[in-house]
Structure formats: structure tokens, C-alpha cells
């Protein structure tokens, strides 16, 4: 419904937002940074839908025409602008042809005409220097947001020239009772959940409401049991490291088992079950702990976590999965 008060986290920055939105003091231009998955969009499109509201009080009223265009995806006065012919940069042309021409006429009917541009740390620099004039000197009607993860690609005269806001990850705790409240109906599964999330509100709704996160989890799981059994058999790691390949695209399965040996440190180190985060996994993980030490776990944990990184520099996948399932068989 894009309101604020659906707005989970970033608390302070929201009062601040609705303050400014009651005393008219709104900026032309925004750059709302932060991390994928922490609501930049739904932040954009709250305020602008706000701004639009023919109530013209702090959150939408969800009533008015204004409102209900908005919903239905038909507002006539906010744009989308988006890469076009390269889909990896916003060219000078996207740039000209959806936003300053388009911003040079009037708004059609209500009091803004806003443009929202996602992934705008894509822009190139031409693209960037065209849109500088229009931040410079923008119509009385213009509003524009740049949405962006790396705020650091922006030109510093781009940065200049608007009002930085930067979303920060949500507690974990936070993002449990929202799933609790809105997917799960066991508090244990919604703690599961949120801790994969690492703090992304986004990424938490997604994996909760996505049944190839479950069956991906389940899979990744029994794979980590099999590398468990007692023998010396690498040759298993080097065959598992090829059937990984369907992950290649989706390297939350990293996560997974990051989680899972964690959950085995901690019950090896505390012998109390309550610290277990995948408490539907509770017996797996107390038979494996009678198995395998503290140090063994350890050096687990950092052949995850090297293989997160190198990953993350586009490494070789193939490589990089052999030599840590390699790690993993070790004892």
C-alpha cells in the first residue's frame, strides 16, 4: 500500500521525513542509498505517493484519486526511469529522453512531477553531467530520487546538489516479528528466516515467500551431512562442487551453510540447545556436534566465509567450490 507506517526499520529517518513533509520543507532531489533489500524503492514511492495525495497529510490516505492511481501503477505524474538499451548503465540518453524532456512539461493534473530512478549509481558520467542542469535549476513542479547501493559512483556535484538519506540494515529481532506477524505462524521458523536475511527487510520477505529457498535450504543441508561422514573420500567434495553449479546464480546456499556451522559452534561451546537458531534442525545439529571439535568447525566457518569473498571478486565458481568442500570434508 506504500505508507509509512509499513516501513520496517530507519525509524529516525522516517520522523524526520514526515516532519519535513508537514512544514513544506521537501527537497527537489534525494539520493536514497543502502544496502539491496533495505527499501530504498519502498521509501521513494511512500514519499511520493504522499507528496501526490490530495490530503496532503504525512503518509497517503489510500482514499483519493491521487492514491488509488497510484496503486493501479497509472499515476500520471510519476515516471520510472530506467535503463533502455545497455541494461547493466543508465546512459546520457536514457537520462535526456525519459527525464529532462519529460520534466520540461508541466505536471498533468497534481501538485509534483516526480521521477524516481532506480540503480542511478549506474549512471554514466555523461549521463550524470546531463541531469546536473536540472538539479541546478529545476522546476517548481520537479522532483527527482536516486536510488542507489554505492553512493560513491555519484560525481561529487551530483551529491551536492541533493539531499543524501542513507537506509540502514534492520535487527534481526525487527525483521522476526515482521515475518512472525505476516508469513509464519511458529516464532521459530520466522527466527530462521530473519537471520538469513542479514538484516534486509527485501531479502527477508523474498526467501520467506519463495519455495526454492526452502527446498534449496533442505538440499544444502543434506549435503553438509553427507560431507560429514566418517571417511577420507575427497573425491565426494569434487563431484558435490559440480552439482553447486545450479547455485551459481543465487549464493545465498553460502549462507546456509555459514548458518549451519555456526549454529553447530555455538552448541559445541555452550552445550545449550536454546542458542540454536535453526531450531528445526535442532537433532541434526546436536548428532553432528558429537562428531566434529571446536577448531574443526572453526577452520569450517573461514572456508565459508573465504569462499564468500572470493566469490564476491568473481573468482572461478567451480574452483573456489572444490576448494572449500575440500576444506569442509577435512577432519
Same mark, same amino acid.
Given at each position: 500500500m506504500y505508507t509509512f507506517e509499513e516501513i520496517i526499520g530507519n525509524e529516525q529517518m522516517i520522523k524526520q521525513i514526515q516532519k519535513s513533509i508537514y512544514k513544506k520543507h521537501i527537497s527537489h532531489a534525494y539520493i536514497i542509498h543502502g544496502e539491496a533489500g533495505t527499501g530504498?524503492?519502498?521509501? =521513494?514511492?511512500?514519499?511520493? $505517493?504522499? !507528496?501526490?495525495?490530495?490530503?496532503?497529510?504525512i503518509t497517503p490516505c489510500n482514499e483519493c484519486t491521487s492514491c488509488r492511481t497510484f496503486d493501479s501503477k497509472n499515476h500520471p505524474d510519476i &515516471? /520510472?526511469?530506467? =535503463?533502455?538499451?545497455? *541494461?547493466n548503465s543508465i546512459s546520457i540518453e536514457d537520462i535526456r529522453q525519459q527525464l529532462i524532456k519529460n520534466m520540461e512539461? *508541466?505536471?498533468?493534473?497534481?501538485? /509534483? $512531477?516526480? &521521477?524516481i530512478v532506480d540503480k542511478a549509481d549506474t549512471m554514466t558520467i555523461a549521463a550524470? +553531467?546531463?541531469?546536473? %542542469?536540472?538539479?541546478? #535549476?529545476?522546476?517548481? /513542479?520537479? !522532483?527527482? &530520487?536516486?536510488?542507489? +547501493?554505492?553512493?560513491? $559512483?555519484?560525481?561529487?556535484?551530483?551529491?551536492? @546538489?541533493?539531499?543524501?538519506? %542513507?537506509? @540502514?540494515l534492520v535487527s534481526t529481532d525487527k525483521i522476526e516479528q515482521y515475518l512472525f506477524h505476516h508469513h509464519f505462524s511458529e516464532k521459530e521458523n520466522a527466527s530462521v528466516f530473519a537471520e538469513y536475511a542479514q538484516g534486509s527487510i527485501g531479502k527477508?520477505? #523474498?526467501? =520467506?515467500?519463495?519455495e526454492t529457498f526452502s527446498t534449496m535450504r533442505e538440499d544444502i543441508i543434506q549435503k553438509l551431512l553427507s560431507l560429514s561422514k566418517q571417511n577420507d573420500d575427497l573425491? #565426494? =567434495?569434487? &563431484? !558435490?562442487? %559440480? #552439482?553447486?553449479?545450479? /547455485?551459481k546464480q543465487n549464493q545465498q546456499f553460502l549462507d546456509i551453510m555459514y548458518l549451519w556451522y555456526r549454529d553447530l559452534f555455538v552448541y559445541i561451546k555452550c552445550n545449550d540447545e536454546k542458542y540454536i537458531i535453526q531450531k528445526d534442525q535442532k537433532k541434526n545439529i546436536i548428532a553432528q556436534s558429537k562428531k566434529q571439535n571446536e577448531a574443526d568447525i572453526?577452520? *569450517?566457518? +573461514?572456508?565459508v566465509w573465504q569462499a564468500k569473498q572470493q566469490l564476491s571478486v568473481n573468482s572461478n565458481f567451480q574452483l573456489t567450490m572444490e576448494v572449500m568442500l575440500m576444506k569442509l570434508k577435512e577432519r
Open positions: 530504498k524503492k519502498l521509501l =521513494a514511492n511512500t514519499i511520493a $505517493k504522499t !507528496m501526490q495525495c490530495k490530503k496532503q497529510g &515516471f /520510472y526511469v530506467t =535503463a533502455e538499451k545497455n *541494461k512539461i *508541466k505536471q498533468y493534473k497534481y501538485p /509534483y $512531477k516526480i &521521477f550524470q +553531467n546531463a541531469l546536473l %542542469k536540472t538539479l541546478e #535549476e529545476p522546476p517548481y /513542479y520537479g !522532483m527527482i &530520487f536516486l536510488l542507489a +547501493n554505492n553512493v560513491d $559512483k555519484f560525481l561529487p556535484t551530483i551529491l551536492s @546538489r541533493c539531499v543524501v538519506m %542513507k537506509l @540502514r527477508a520477505i #523474498e526467501i =520467506a515467500t519463495s573425491s #565426494e =567434495a569434487l &563431484f !558435490m562442487a %559440480k #552439482e553447486l553449479e545450479i /547455485y572453526i577452520k *569450517k566457518i +573461514n572456508a
